[in-house]
């Protein structure tokens, strides 16, 4: 018997994984949401008059969550003065009004990682301990699963620890995974695996990084040799750069974005670890970033493989906000 239908052609199986989704990214942005609870509380209470309170709480809540200042207060500018003009009469107005702004903030981070090259050559560079390996190995596993071949080269030389990690990946996924001993250089790693890659016909070649501590020259300078190499096998590669950033640093976010951003040219983000945050709101303020425009392809909720999520605004901004029982 076949799946139940609409009109529209939407399928109870597609229903059930929107569901799914909105489920893990509402439990994995539980700490941010209590932490706006407070002030969005207000808004929830039924049709109640808009008065001074109510907009300070919520302004408080904003910059609590590390939405930013700027954001906060252009926000904030936004509602004040179409509560002046009374276009909202009570704060479910407010409310819904307030999801609104918040949704076109973030749109234009909405962007999904194409894969346009064979091998489709991408760079993960981060500090130490925001996730950038776990992440590695879990895009293998997800690009694996859309029938793309893919091969891991273990760039971060410089720790045998994260040169394992990788391994395991690798093994857990049945990954080729090319390595050379801790300490080598970390050009010569992403040399012989770019070859390897394109002699396997590898559709995704992922490359691990040292952690750079972005204050370090001399690691970014080391960054920028690795780019160097890669562009003398492929002028056009590497084809992405991603940092990977831990959500709980909040607003020290925004440098690492920076620095990085000039040292590499960066492509691409990957929010991790906004489980263990009440900060999420730190990607209001990348989004006001006004002269980087660099998306965000996935955003990290939780441990399990499905708990990295392509970004997606809407759903985001629903589950930061939306009351109820997790």
Sequence with gaps: MGEDTSESGVTDKDDNEKVGIWSRMRKGLAKTRVQLAEGVGNLLLGEREINDEVLEDLETALL????????????????????ARQELNNTTALYASLKTLLVQRLEPLQRRLEISHQPHVIFFVGVNGVGKTTTIGKLAKRFQAEGKSVLLA???????????????????????????????????VVFDAYESARSRHADVLLVDTAG????????????????????????????????????GVGQNALSQVALFDEAVDLTGLVITKLDGSAKAGVLFAIAAMSDINIPVHFIGVGESIDDLRDFEADVFVDALLKPGDD
């Design 212 to 247: 750079r501590l972005q204050a370090k020259t001399q690691l970014m300078d080391e960054l920028k040799k690795i780019h160097r190499v890669i562009k003398r096998l492929d002028a056009e590669a590497p084809h992405d750069v991603i940092l990977v950033l831990d959500g």
């Design 154 to 188: 273990a760039g971060d030389t410089f720790r045998a620890a994260a040169v394992g990690q990788l391994k395991a990946w690798g093994e857990r996924n049945d990954v080729p995974v090319i390595a050379q001993g801790q300490g080598s250089d970390s050009a010569s």
């Design 64 to 83: 609590l969550t590390d939405v930013g200042f700027a954001t906060t207060e252009a926000i904030m500018t936004d509602l004040a003065g179409q509560v």
